[in-house]
């Protein structure tokens, strides 16, 4: 057994959340003892105030609003919330001119009742696109001069909606590749790179106080990534183009060795002057799940949340879905799941301890 998994192990016994009887883990007693040396961190909400950080969870707005469980322990956890799908460009304009807030409209009034801030994911994508965007691209009759003008007016539109109400945007997402490479996007092929400093500048215009950020996956370790962005990043400050921050989305897997660099990246963006987010964090497991596993999933999420507090600029750790009651991960990975910190029927799993352990540290 590796010593971090052993020092959770003993971490897990302490009854830092009110778990149901069934849940309790073994050896209660001697940790209560134990836990009374500590400053008891009640939970993920208590976590971000000892470490005068941000904690939050994407939303998945169906659940929202027809799982009163769901929407009660989202908001006693999450200081932050950032929109699953609900501000995707698919979402908001799914057909030319035609703008439908609703979604992204309750995400944001749910976050104003409850004390939370929002991160705004995400204005550009090559994903999840609106198919009269896409279909005219494709068959020409959208051509690039439009395709500027098309995206100048979603973001200025997007941004202005939410002026002061969204703490930081994801404005330009997985815009390399993982060879390191621009990645080859219609908005690439179509506008040049120069996109990325447009949408910036005019997401500044449109909200001057919003934190402007880069987002990717495999950032964490991705050499490849990781260089490309520094230089991406280096290019635009020479432009003097706004850009606040560099987040790392942080889909993790137990199957693959924790990225024990991690720390260091952040710390080159940081070197940049950027503010560093984790805007997405996951740890997904090949089924079936076995207490084994879930302690590695355990000390993953554990790692990174020390590897954010370590880091003075990483000022935020979101992760992607609280339950896996509501997860993307097994839509996408064939045998793959359970990915998050509390379980189906909302119970905090190891992962969930090992975070208010960490904070114990
Ligand atoms: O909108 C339709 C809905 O009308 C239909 O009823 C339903 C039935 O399956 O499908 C809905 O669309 C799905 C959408 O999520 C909303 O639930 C899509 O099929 C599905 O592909 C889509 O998946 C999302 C995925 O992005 C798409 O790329 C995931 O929920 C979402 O978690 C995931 O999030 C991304 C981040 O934005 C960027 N980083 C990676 C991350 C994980 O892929």
């Given at each position: ?12 016994a302490v ?9 309790a ?41 027809a799982?009163a ?15 699953e ?36 994911h ?5 994903n999840?696109?609106?198919g ?26 997007q ?16 815009a ?22 447009d ?42 183009v706004p850009i606040?921050g ?13 990225p ?16 560093i ?8 497991m ?5 207490p ?15 590897d ?16 896996d009651r ?9 045998g ?26």
């Open positions: 057994m590796r010593p971090l998994i052993v020092a959770l192990t003993l971490a897990l009854p830092a959340f009110a778990l149901p009887a069934s849940a883990p073994p050896g209660q007693d001697a940790a209560n003892a134990a836990a009374k040396n500590h400053h008891r961190v009640k939970d993920l909400r208590d976590l971000a105030r000892k470490h005068g950080i941000r904690i939050g969870s994407a939303v998945d707005v169906a659940a929202l609003r799982e469980d769901y929407r009660h322990v989202l908001n006693r956890e999450f200081t932050h919330l950032t929109a799908n609900a501000m995707k460009w698919e979402s908001v304009e799914p057909e030319r001119g035609v703008y439908t807030w609703d979604d992204a409209d309750a995400v944001v009034a749910n976050a104003r009742r409850n004390g939370q801030q929002v991160r705004g995400t204005l550009i994508w090559h999840q696109l609106p009269w965007l896409t279909s005219g691209v494709e068959d020409g009759s959208i051509g690039p001069a439009e395709l500027r003008k098309i995206l100048r007016e979603h973001v200025q539109t941004v202005r909606r939410y002026k002061g109400k969204i703490r930081a945007w994801d404005v330009v997402n997985e390399v590749d993982d060879d390191g490479n621009m990645r080859q996007t219609i908005w690439l092929q179509h506008l040049g790179p120069g996109y990325i400093a949408a910036f500048r005019w997401a500044r215009a449109a909200d001057p106080r919003a934190k402007l950020y880069l987002n990717d996956y495999n950032v964490e370790w991705n050499q490849g990534k990781i260089d490309r962005y520094l230089s991406i990043i280096q290019e635009l400050q020479a432009q003097r606040d560099m987040g790392f989305q942080g889909h993790l897997g137990i199957q693959y060795d924790y024990g660099d991690w720390a260091n990246v952040m710390r080159r963006f940081a070197a940049l002057g950027l503010e987010a984790v805007t997405e964090m996951d740890v997904r090949v089924l079936p799940v076995t084994e596993k879930l302690a590695t999933q355990a000390e993953y999420y554990s790692r990174a949340l020390t954010c507090l370590s880091v003075k600029a990483c000022r935020e750790f979101t992760v992607w879905g609280y339950t509501h997860s993307w991960v097994p839509g996408w990975f064939d793959e799941g359970a990915a998050c910190i509390l379980d189906e029927n909302l119970r905090p799993k190891p992962a969930y301890q090992a975070l208010l352990a960490t904070a114990r540290r």
